[in-house]
């Protein structure tokens, strides 16, 4: 009997570790959207206006959101792994080990995936602001794109820190 359950817990474990790599490579995906659509939207707004420009920090918040539910639930799945599949005696042992040397992945309290992904995130907002900026012509949709790309901005923001305090949970 303890044999067939070590057995299910270890293919659970792969299971579940094999979900982790499949969020991992979900998440350079979404990196590599952001920056395809933040050079086409940046580019073609360059000749078209700030409406163009305008519009990428709205659509990186929202890339930036689902990045954010897709990290959570691997989160939740480490943690799963760690508290109950890395029993003692159970030969596993990553999550656990992984928990413990999390400060080293860290530069000023932020873990460095978050880090890393936000700051691609924020600072290509800022470059679509900064860009929208110059060409703006003060037009009633320019103002409501420029006043919505702030708010998003802000939002990533939050987020950020919402993503660094799970981080550290």
């Known amino acids: 009997m303890e044999t067939n359950a070590s057995a299910n817990a270890e293919m ?3 299971s579940l570790r094999e979900e982790v790599l499949k969020r991992i490579e979900s998440r350079q995906q979404t990196i590599s959207v952001a920056l395809t659509l933040a050079g086409a939207f ?3 707004g360059w000749n ?3 409406v163009v420009i305008l519009i990428y920090p709205l659509i990186a918040l929202m890339l930036a959101v689902g990045w954010a539910q897709n990290e959570v639930f691997v989160m939740q799945i480490n943690a799963y792994i760690r508290d109950h ?3 003692e005696g159970s030969g596993l042992g990553w999550q656990r080990f992984n928990q413990q040397n999390k400060g080293e ?3 000023f309290g932020w873990p460095l995936e978050v880090l890393a992904i936000g700051g691609i995130f924020i600072l290509s907002q800022f470059m679509a602001i900064g860009l929208g900026g110059l060409r703006f012509g003060g037009s009633l949709p320019e103002w409501l794109l420029l006043i919505l790309a702030i708010a998003a901005v802000a939002a990533m923001v939050m987020l ?4 660094r305090r799970k981080a550290s949970v």
């Open 12 to 14: 659970e474990y792969a």
């Open 42 to 44: 940046l580019g073609l």
């Open 48 to 50: 078209s206006g700030a």
């Open 85 to 87: 599949l890395e029993r």
């Open 105 to 107: 992945l860290r530069i």
């Open 160 to 163: 950020l820190g919402y993503m």
